[in-house]
């Protein structure tokens, strides 16, 4: 295999299934070799056989990033195993709606340290990585950072999952303009409704006083957003695409 990302490596979190897994497949068809970086260690099992299967190379890093110690492990062992870091994928989240009024506070306590903690761990592990990387040969290294139309749009209901969204949308942007002198892109892709197993974790109660809301609307294919990612990384050096929204056909 001689493509696009042939000679990369791309750790994505939340590789276990979603947008995760269908990024990491979709780079590891590039050529990338990848860091896939979850909990489940038997789902991440499976997508590495998938990549295997189509000729790609993968690593299999059984971790919780909400965990600072973990979270760089899993830098450290990408890098270590692959000899370099060119892409983070900070795709690893959860949304858990309700109104704040009746909410268990156990679940904000999840959201920050899933959405925004555990992004900000492997950044900032990964970091001194990708800028030795964009030195390289490639001229440059990629962080994607996996936000929301959730963080552009606040609604009733998600208002602890838009904060979280609406932070890492101003971490994205601050940590762009410190980096990017240095060949770091830093890219912030905002999916609107993806059919993934994220809606699975909301409390029944909740989730069926949405399901009319639910109920006609157009979701997103997790491979949607692993097509942007990749239309992203795989551009020339010069070009940044620093923020993307995609919204399914019909939305609002
Ligand atoms: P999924 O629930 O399918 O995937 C979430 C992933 O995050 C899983 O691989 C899960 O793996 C991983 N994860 C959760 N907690 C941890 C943790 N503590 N440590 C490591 N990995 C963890 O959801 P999606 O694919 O839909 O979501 C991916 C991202 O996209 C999220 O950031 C989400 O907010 C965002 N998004 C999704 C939208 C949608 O409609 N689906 C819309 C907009 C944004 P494991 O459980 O094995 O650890």
């Keep these: 295999m001689n493509t696009s990302l042939t000679g990369t490596t791309a750790l994505v979190t939340g590789a276990s299934g979603g947008i995760g897994a269908a990024t990491a497949l979709?780079?590891?068809?590039?050529?990338?070799?990848?860091?896939?970086?979850?909990?489940?260690?038997?789902?991440?099992?499976?997508?590495?056989?998938?990549?295997?299967?189509?000729?790609?190379?993968?690593?299999?890093?059984?971790?919780?990033?909400?965990?600072?110690?973990?979270?760089?492990a899993a830098v450290e062992q990408t890098v270590q195993t692959f000899g370099s870091l060119d892409i983070v994928v900070n795709n690893?989240?959860?949304?858990?709606?309700?109104?704040?009024?009746?909410?268990?506070?156990?679940?904000?306590?999840?959201?920050?340290?899933?959405n925004v903690q555990g992004l900000l761990y492997i950044t900032h592990a990964a970091l001194p990585h990708l800028l030795a990387a964009a030195d390289g040969e490639r001229g440059t290294a990629d962080i994607i950072n996996v936000s929301s139309l959730a963080g552009r749009v606040p609604i009733a209901g998600s208002a602890?999952?838009?904060?979280?969204?609406?932070?890492?949308?101003?971490?994205?942007?601050?940590?762009?303009?410190?980096?990017?002198?240095?060949?770091?892109?830093?890219?912030?892709?905002?999916?609107?409704?993806?059919?993934?197993?994220?809606?699975?974790?909301?409390?029944p109660e909740i989730?069926?006083?949405?399901?009319?809301?639910?109920?006609?609307?157009?979701l997103l294919h997790a491979e949607d957003i692993a097509d942007t990612i990749t239309y992203v990384v795989t551009r020339p050096a010069r070009v940044v695409m620093s923020e993307i929204l995609v919204r399914p056909d019909g939305s609002q």
């Design 26 to 72: 979709s780079l590891a068809a590039q050529g990338a070799s990848i860091g896939l970086v979850a909990r489940r260690k038997d789902r991440l099992d499976d997508i590495a056989e998938q990549i295997r299967a189509i000729g790609g190379t993968a690593l299999v890093i059984a971790a919780d990033i909400t965990d600072q110690t973990q979270a760089a």
């Design 92 to 114: 690893a989240g959860i949304m858990l709606l309700g109104p704040a009024e009746s909410a268990p506070v156990e679940e904000w306590d999840r959201m920050l340290a899933i």
């Design 160 to 203: 602890v999952y838009s904060l979280t969204k609406t932070g890492i949308n101003a971490f994205t942007e601050a940590l762009r303009q410190e980096v990017a002198g240095r060949h770091v892109r830093v890219s912030l892709i905002e999916p609107g409704p993806v059919a993934t197993e994220l809606f699975t974790h909301i409390r």
């Design 207 to 218: 989730l069926e006083a949405s399901q009319e809301a639910f109920a006609n609307a157009t």
